[in-house]
């Protein structure tokens, strides 16, 4: 005689399993690898979300990119900047890699530019603690995460002419 075992009844099983998988563990800011400016590699492991991307590039206490660059595909955002390079068709200038890059730490692709580093710690110049003009007492954290990184990447992969 044959059992036949509710789907439902496998999902302890399943859940248990999955839950001993290994995590792909976050790149930690001082340890990306560099090729030319570009950073091959995710930071997470897991796919960025473009619709959480454009929230980060037009929210101005996360990555704000907007303030510097115009985006014609966010026409309804108002206040965009003029003074880094419209993202328009960036996806077709720019590859997966080279765009995690810039996102990253766009002084390894483009010396002397005026793009902030969103995923670094250490190496650079920043306000005191919390802008108390004292020096901080402990490591920074980036501006993003590894996470919103990868977002961003995603939304600026949707970016074509």
């Not at 001993?20 to 979300?49: C, H, K, M, Q, R």
């Not at 990253?104 to 902030?116: E, Q």
């Not at 110049?125 to 501006?143: C, F, N, Q, S």
Request: with cysteine; proline share 7%.
């Amino acid at each position: 005689m044959k059992r036949h075992v509710a789907h439902w009844a496998m999902a302890p099983a399943l859940a248990a399993t999955l839950a001993a998988l290994p995590v792909a563990a976050e790149t930690a800011p001082g340890t990306i690898a560099f090729d030319g400016g570009a950073v091959a590699a995710s930071l997470t492991g897991a796919p960025g979300d473009a619709a959480a991307g454009a929230k980060v590039m037009t929210t101005a206490a996360l990555g704000n990119c907007v303030a510097c660059h115009e985006l014609a595909a966010m026409p309804d955002v108002q206040f965009q900047g003029n003074i880094g390079p419209a993202l328009d068709g960036a996806a077709d200038r720019w590859t997966e890699a080279e765009l995690r890059g810039m996102v990253v730490n766009a002084k390894m692709t483009f010396d002397g530019t005026m793009m902030p580093a969103f995923y670094k710690t250490d190496g650079f110049i920043r306000p005191g603690d919390g802008y108390t003009g004292k020096a901080p007492e402990a490591e920074l954290p980036p501006v993003l995460t590894a996470q919103q990184v990868e977002d961003v990447v995603a939304y600026l992969l949707t970016l074509k002419e």
